[in-house]
């Protein structure tokens, strides 16, 4: 099979290499030096031209956000191909990725919403969950390609129930972070060792995917990697929050973790990692780790 991968960043990078094993897979990125180092170390087809990708008889998108989907489906729309499938395994709007499976759908393209959890380590071990949005047709299709990416693929419903199932998620493990990060540094000021307060938390009730994975190394050994931008998770929890407030829900945490997190992005900038929101935890405390 033909695939058509746009957006070689952080996951799209590995994604695409794990897909080459199988098919033949012509690369496009906007920093074309990454395009080009992709083809050379994984034996992918560079795309001299964005428009070359619509050669696929499926495009996979792996963007920031769904405004850069759609500024690049505006940029292939005319040279899209009847029968092709539209993957976006960005992190989107479900709203916006309704309108854009609508506007595919006019020129015979089907379209899912297929976002990943698992992180850049998920990516480079093809172990990502993909949750997938699209008809029980489409989502056959894209789970046969996207199985070289995950183990877990869910069909959760319609076009944009991926995307609004991810975003979900990633406010759980937001407000999780924030909530333990506040407790330790309680620990700490209560003059408990952090690795004694960590092994407590989670040997009980406490334990998360942050206090066993995610903080330890941050905290204690004070290795702060940049594996997912606070950026993105910024605009996730943004779009939960923007859903909520279109369904005139009551979900007061969920709007304070959002106004936590944008505050956090001002003060760290757009290139911080998103478990750095524990030292803004920190110096609101006139402290740090
Ligand atoms: P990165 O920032 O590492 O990569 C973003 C990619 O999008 C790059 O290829 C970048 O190109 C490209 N891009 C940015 N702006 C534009 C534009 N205007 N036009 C065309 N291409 C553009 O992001 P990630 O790979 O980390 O994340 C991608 C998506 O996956 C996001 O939606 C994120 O929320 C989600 N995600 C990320 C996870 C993670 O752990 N990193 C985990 C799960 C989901 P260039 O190289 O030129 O900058």
Redesign the pocket.
């Known amino acids: 099979m033909k695939i058509g991968f746009i ?6 990078f590995p994604m695409a290499r794990h897909l080459a094993k199988e098919h033949e897979v012509i690369v496009w ?3 074309r030096e ?1 395009a080009e180092r992709h083809s050379r170390e994984h034996g992918t087809m560079l795309a001299g031209d964005i428009t070359d990708c619509a050669a696929g008889d499926v495009i996979i998108t ?4 769904s405004k ?1 989907v759609d ?2 489906v505006d940029r292939m729309l005319s040279s899209l191909r009847k029968g092709t499938l539209w993957i976006d395994a ?2 989107g709007d479900p709203n916006v990725s309704r309108k854009t499976a609508a506007r595919l759908a006019e020129h015979g393209v089907a379209f899912v919403d297929a ?3 698992g ?2 380590v998920g990516a480079e071990n093809a172990t990502l969950t993909i949750m997938i949005g699209g008809t029980p047709e489409d989502f056959e299709r894209a789970r046969d390609v996207l199985r070289l990416n995950g183990k877990t693929i869910i069909h959760v419903g319609p076009v944009g129930s991926g995307h609004a199932i991810k975003v979900l998620t990633n406010s759980i493990m937001g407000a999780t972070v924030w909530i333990t990060s506040e407790c330790l540094l309680l620990a700490k000021e209560l003059g408990i060792d952090l690795k004694t307060a960590l092994a407590v938390t989670n040997a009980g009730s406490g334990r998360s995917n942050a206090s066993e994975n995610l903080l330890p190394m941050r905290l204690v050994e004070g290795k702060w990697p940049l ?3 606070l950026a ?1 998770h910024d ?2 929890i943004r779009i939960a929050a923007s859903l909520a407030h279109e369904l005139h829900a009551s979900t007061p945490l969920l709007a304070l973790t959002q106004q936590l997190f944008s505050a956090s992005l001002h003060e760290l900038g757009d290139q911080a990692d998103y478990i750095e929101v524990a030292k803004i935890v920190a110096r609101m405390n006139g402290t740090s780790w």
């Open positions: 957006g070689l960043g952080a996951m799209g990125n906007r920093t990454k792996m963007l920031p956000t850069e500024e690049i960005t992190s976002p990943v959890t992180a850049t594996v997912f931008k993105h605009k996730d």
